[in-house]
């Protein structure tokens, strides 16, 4: 039996027809044979498209009132290990019940996700699964008003407004701060990407540095350093910090970047963890092959993505809950040969 979902409040086709000023029908055709349409006419139809957030249904007809099986999937990027396992999980689960996925990317541009939203929408996707807490206001306004499942991945705030499931990268990054402070490190850089949207980085620098603070360590400028989710550029950063006056130990916002300082380390003749200790979070797949293996934040990437894809289902199929459901998976700090006492 089919399963309707409600699709109050969004803007249908009359409604684009009325701030248009033309009827039904020269709408029907601005999206079917936009060709017979004059050229004045299509920039009014546009404009009223857009300006009531109005989505194209292309399965209207025999699945009107049907989900469409599909999940959406907006991650930043799919070009390195930070998200695979998740993916791979992620889908893994839904293929079980017969489900599937469809996953864009927008490779931290955040401006990019409406279009993304929009063309989900138009497939009918019966929910949609984005990572972290920075987006902005209009796509997940335009899920919400049509009833489609919303859930935040990979991240966890128990004051979050959207459902969650993730961990609390905070957290996150005062832990593998305060194992190194408990080494007795206190001359400690730390090599974070780029925090503007990207929640996730922001809260674990923030952590790092608290941790920090509560020890009366304030790492000075130039222990702060924005190094990319890229291991070649990682290494040059970790060049570049090692030239001169190197710390004792780094701190790294994941494992991409702590493998990327493992070979500046390589490169600059630094022993590791004798004049270097590093640490890093994620425990990517190589992490424990380096040399030595890379001491970091295992994070249970397998639990969370079973669990948003569960939650994403439940919700999907029995309706979305008024109460904000937030769920949290702690890391496990793995400790190898990177990291030592001073």
């Not at 925090?195 to 360590?217: F, K």
């Not at 990517?284 to 040399?291: D, L, P, Q, V």
Request: aromatic share 6%; proline share 5%; net charge neutral.
């Amino acid at each position: 039996m089919a399963i309707v979902r409600s699709r109050k409040g969004a803007p249908g086709l009359v409604e684009v027809a009325a701030r248009a000023g033309v009827s039904p029908a020269t709408v029907s055709r601005y999206f079917n044979s936009p060709e017979i349409v004059k050229p004045d006419t299509k920039a009014r139809i546009a404009e009223a498209a857009a300006e009531l957030g109005y989505i194209r249904d292309r399965l209207a007809g025999a699945l009107h009132t049907r989900f469409s099986g599909t999940m959406g999937l907006i991650v930043p990027t799919v070009d390195n290990a930070i998200f695979s396992e998740f993916i791979e999980v992620f889908g893994g689960r839904l293929s079980e019940h017969d489900r599937t996925m469809l996953i864009a990317s927008h490779g931290y541009d955040l401006s990019l996700e409406v279009a993304i939203v929009r063309s989900l929408l138009e497939r009918r996707i019966d929910g949609v699964v984005i990572i972290g807490f920075d987006h902005e206001a209009i796509p997940i306004t335009m899920l919400e008003e049509r009833g489609v499942p919303v859930i935040s991945a990979w991240n966890f705030r128990p004051d979050s407004r959207l459902h969650c499931v993730g961990t609390d990268n905070r957290n996150a990054g005062a832990t593998v701060t305060r194992h190194l402070l408990d080494l007795g490190h206190r001359d400690i850089a730390f090599l974070f990407p780029e925090t503007q949207a990207n929640d996730r980085a922001r809260d674990r620098l923030e952590g790092a540095l608290a941790a920090a603070q509560e020890v009366g360590v304030e790492p000075s400028p130039d222990r702060l350093r924005i190094a990319p989710y890229d291991i070649g550029q990682a290494k040059s950063v970790g060049q570049a910090v090692l030239s001169h006056n190197p710390p004792s130990a780094v701190v790294c916002g994941n494992d991409i970047i702590a493998q990327g300082v493992l070979y500046a380390c390589q490169a600059k003749g630094v022993r590791i963890p004798d004049q270097l200790s590093i640490v890093g979070i994620g425990d990517f797949r190589g992490s424990a092959h380096t040399e030595p293996g890379l001491t970091t934040l295992r994070l249970p990437a397998r639990k969370i993505g079973e669990s948003v894809a569960d939650t994403i289902l439940s919700m999907s199929q029995s309706g979305i809950p008024e109460k904000t459901f937030r769920k949290n998976f702690d890391g496990v700090l793995v400790e190898r040969g990177s990291t030592q006492s001073v």
